[in-house]
């Protein structure tokens, strides 16, 4: 089975703090993506990768950035962490490159940030 | 920007109901997928309608597809109470490809 592994279930950091986000696949999935979900608002894209080094703004990039040193690991950083940033966040891959457009994804159980 | 948005936002009913959610989206699209997700956990995809299809069954699971109208809709047949979860449509934007965008889902709730 596929296995996505987020590193921190549930982290609670302060305003300011630097804050790494990790995500593992076990499938050598070519695309990665970041989601964050909020009630009400869905899930919001924030950034995706197809490839490693490669990677793509979503919808709301903005205080945030993404690392993809290595296929199977996928990592959001929050440089200067936020109230706003308050969230749950989401982890996913999928396979086929070039990529089968609408291919499943597989999440990760997710990250529950508090920044206080 | 939300492409999907599912209808209700909530929904409740008995054991052994159907239960109906309908998702309606903006543009042009590749396929439409439908995931769940149990309180607290990650999405859990259930089932992929491509846009030359028109309706596509899995289990107790329906989903029909209407392009022209821009709609979808997802039957539960028999709902069980372990069916209780969050309901979501997702879309491939086309052309885009890469980008697969939720709509804000359809809460469910069936009561023993």
């Known amino acids: 089975d596929v296995k996505v592994t987020q590193s921190s279930r549930y982290l609670v950091k302060r305003t300011g703090e630097k804050v790494f986000l990790e995500c593992v696949q076990d499938?050598?999935?070519?695309?990665m993506f970041w989601y964050r979900q909020d009630p009400g608002l869905g899930l919001r894209l924030i950034y995706f990768?197809?490839?490693?080094?490669?990677?793509e703004k979503g919808d709301i990039p903005e205080g945030y950035s993404v690392s993809r040193e290595k296929k199977e690991r996928f990592s959001l950083i929050l440089e200067s962490a936020s109230t706003n940033q308050t969230s749950m966040y989401l982890c996913?891959?999928?396979?086929?490159?070039?990529?089968?457009?609408?291919?499943?994804?597989?999440f990760g159980e997710g990250s529950r940030l508090t920044v206080l | 920007s939300q492409q999907g948005e599912e209808d209700p936002q909530a929904l409740s009913i008995q054991e052994g109901e159907n239960a109906t959610m309908n998702c309606s989206y903006k543009?042009?699209?590749?396929?439409l997928q439908w995931y769940r997700q149990n309180s607290g956990r990650g999405l859990v995809h259930l089932i992929l309608i491509r846009s030359n299809e028109r309706e596509k069954h899995s289990g107790r699971l329906r989903v029909t597809l209407d392009t022209s109208k821009k709609s979808s809709s997802l039957l539960i047949t028999a709902s069980r109470a372990a069916d209780t979860a969050s309901y979501f449509c997702a879309t491939d934007v086309n052309p885009g490809g890469f980008k697969t965008i939720f709509g804000a889902g359809t809460r469910l709730f069936v009561k023993a």
């Open positions: 543009t042009s699209i590749n396929n």
């Open positions: 990768s197809y490839d490693v080094k490669m990677k």
């Open positions: 499938m050598d999935h070519e695309n």
């Open positions: 996913a891959s999928s396979p086929d490159f070039p990529r089968e457009p609408g291919g499943e994804l597989f």
